[in-house]
């Protein structure tokens, strides 16, 4: 069975820093999605970047990218110039069983705290 | 883009009652939609999984009989929660899938259920 696991319940970062979270997933599937959603305390789940397995590069979106290990089966989110707006539960997300189910299997979320 | 609504944000119902939530995808057809229930300070548990036109996969431990989903357009699923009990309590969270195979899935804004 799938499982994604973040095993930082909560970071905090000072504005402006660079701040890294950890995701590492167990899959037997070669073909295969990765998401990172952020969850504000307005409670909208938000996509925030996302990565197919096939690719080698790492996924870019303007301060957001991560650093995809698919050999160490991990998926980690970089956050450069970190601003207020990025406090929230962040959540790592992977798709595809290899069973044809289109279902996301989640991590349990790490609470991100930004030091004004 | 990839917008969805959900309705209504907040219900209170007293316990026995049935209550309907609606989720509907509003700039784009979702051939799948899906219903997660979180609990405070917890990751997205998945409930079941709903295809346009046929019966929704539940996931294991969730009883198909009070937890009544429905999708029956390409925009639309409505979750019924039937015969109602404060254990039931909880935030409801749906979300909606532009492009099958993809895994992406874009979530409504929740419904926080309140049974008295």
């Known amino acids: 069975a799938q499982t994604v696991t973040q095993s930082q319940p909560e970071m905090s970062v000072q504005e402006a820093e660079t701040v890294t979270l950890s995701c590492t997933y167990d899959?037997?599937?070669?073909?295969?999605?990765l998401f990172w959603y952020k969850q504000p305390p307005s409670r909208q789940m938000i996509l925030v970047i996302r990565?197919?397995?096939?690719?080698?590069q790492n996924a870019t979106e303007n301060r957001f990218s991560v650093n995809f290990q698919k050999a160490a089966k991990s998926f980690s989110l970089k956050i450069s110039d970190s601003q207020l707006g990025d406090a929230a539960m962040y959540f790592c997300?992977?798709?595809?069983?290899?069973?044809?189910?289109?279902?996301?299997?989640f991590g349990q979320g790490t609470r991100l705290t930004i030091n004004p | 883009g990839a917008v969805v609504s959900q309705h209504p944000s907040r219900v209170i119902c007293k316990s026995g009652t049935s209550v309907k939530i609606e989720c509907r995808s509003l700039?784009?057809?979702?051939?799948?939609m899906f219903w997660y229930r979180q609990f405070p300070k917890q990751s997205l548990m998945l409930m079941a999984t709903?295809?346009?036109?046929?019966?929704?996969?539940?996931e294991q431990g969730v009883e198909k009989d009070k937890f009544l989903i429905n999708h029956a357009s390409l925009t639309l699923s409505t979750l019924t929660v039937t015969s109602a009990h404060p254990e039931d309590s909880s935030f409801y969270i749906c979300?909606?899938?532009?492009?099958?195979?993809?895994?992406?899935?874009?979530f409504g804004p929740g419904t926080r259920l309140t049974v008295t």
């Open positions: 899959t037997s599937e070669s073909d295969y999605y």
């Open positions: 997300a992977q798709g595809g069983d290899g069973q044809g189910a289109q279902k996301l299997v």
């Open positions: 709903s295809n346009e036109g046929s019966k929704a996969t539940y």
């Open positions: 990565q197919e397995a096939y690719k080698q």
């Open positions: 979300s909606a899938q532009p492009v099958a195979g993809t895994y992406e899935q874009y």
């Open positions: 700039d784009f057809q979702a051939t799948t």
